[in-house]
T-cell receptor, first 114, second 116 residues
């Protein structure tokens, strides 16, 4: 158990809909990362937050947004969903953005868009 | 930009066989290198790391050496077990002025299956 909790574990929805994925980092970790894992793209970095502020942005679509709340949990919002958004979405956390690079991953939220 | 290339998989071995999974990278600056492992139904977890050239990372019988001259970080294990069956990801992180250090760039992953 990495200490990172993601909900929901599985989600099935239709095209055009909006969903929210939730992540609780390890106790004491201030930095949260979101990754998307798909068969064709592999593991892609989406976005990073540190202590409530956006720190780095990767290949995140404009239809996607995220935030980190004062209690340090994070939410990833996916809107106007398309079939190609079906993927496993991982949240990871670390103590700080300038640490050793070791991230602790949750078990992921599997999104299926029909 | 940064990139990581792993050998094509999947890899299927018999128990006690020797394992090598190749990994090469392209990066600006001086990256740190990692191997992460993903067991079925679980998230990724760090297997080993190396932060500078010629460093050797090791854990659970796995080893990898940071080779700057060949930009490689190949994963090896002398005798694999059935319990090593998983997906293995090579990754790098670059420290761009102290920001975004934790952002990892991953390879495509290599599926390893070990048979008894």
């Amino acid at each position: 158990d990495s200490g990172v909790t993601q909900t929901p574990k599985h989600l099935i929805t239709a095209t055009g809909q909006r969903v929210t994925l939730r992540c609780s980092p390890r106790s004491g970790d201030l930095s949260v990362y979101w990754y998307q894992q798909s068969l064709d793209q592999g593991l892609q970095f989406l976005i990073q937050y540190y202590n409530g502020e956006e720190r780095a942005k990767g290949n995140i679509l404009e239809r996607f947004s995220a935030q980190q709340f004062p209690d340090l949990h994070s939410e990833l919002n996916l809107s106007s969903l398309e079939l190609g958004d079906s993927a496993l979405y991982f949240c990871a956390s670390s103590v700080a953005p300038t640490d050793t690079g070791e991230l602790f991953f949750g078990e992921g939220s599997r999104l299926t868009v029909l | 930009g940064d990139s990581v290339t792993q050998m094509e998989g999947p890899v299927t071995l018999s128990e006690e066989a020797f394992l090598t999974i190749n990994c090469t990278y392209t990066a600006t600056g001086y990256p740190s290198l990692f191997w992460y492992v993903q067991y079925p139904g679980e998230g990724l977890q760090l297997l080993l790391k190396a932060t500078k050239a010629d460093d050797k990372g090791s854990n659970k019988g796995f080893e990898a050496t940071y080779r700057k001259e060949t930009t490689s970080f190949h994963l090896e294990k002398g005798s694999v077990q059935v319990s090593d069956s998983a997906v293995y990801f090579c990754a790098l992180a670059t420290n761009a002025g102290g920001t975004s250090y934790g952002k990892l760039t991953f390879g495509q992953g290599t599926i390893l299956t070990v048979h008894p």
